[in-house]
């Protein structure tokens, strides 16, 4: 019988071959969320979105890029740290919950931009939002470090939310 609380030994370099295997993986799974959402915002971005009416802090379309590499690349790190725990802790869930709201992270851009619907958008954004905040609980759980690195997305999803309401009933 495996006792699972207890770490397995440090394998040398086996051991942080899998551990950036595992953090590439992370990696590859956040930024290809992020891929796909690109797709459909980009091609949308032209008269449908520029003809859109905004508000005046609505921040211009330079700032989008950097906040989300920097938010994508903090979240292939904190899914990683909890990865690294399931030696100790049951991280399926916690997982689990990192995976939904990634796919509703990708999805939001398809309704807002390719579908041109920023009410179900905004329904949909909602929703993410209390996926993130959930994973972010249940990492919390795992790893203190892991949930962290989550709010300044959770921070910058709100916002996302309030401009995202804002387009809607000003359109």
Known sequence: MHDYAMPRPNNGRRGWMNDSIALALSGLACFS?????????????????????????NPPNSVFGPVWTTLYALMAVSAWLVWRRRE???????????????????????????????????????????MILATAAAFWRVHRVASILLFPYLAWVSFAAVLNGTIWQLN
Do not use: C, M
């Not at 690109?38 to 979105?49: A, E, H, I, N, Q």
């Not at 939904?100 to 999805?107: D, E, K, P, R, S």
């Open 33 to 57: 969320a992020a891929g796909l959402g690109s797709l459909w915002t980009f091609p949308s971005l032209g008269d449908w979105y520029a003809g859109l009416t905004k508000p005046s802090w």
């Open 88 to 130: 100790r802790e049951s991280v399926a869930i916690p997982l689990l919950l990192f995976a939904g709201q990634l796919v509703l992270n990708a999805l939001w851009s398809g309704i807002f931009f390719a579908l041109h619907r920023p009410g179900w958008a905004f329904v949909e954004i909602l929703l993410l939002w209390l």
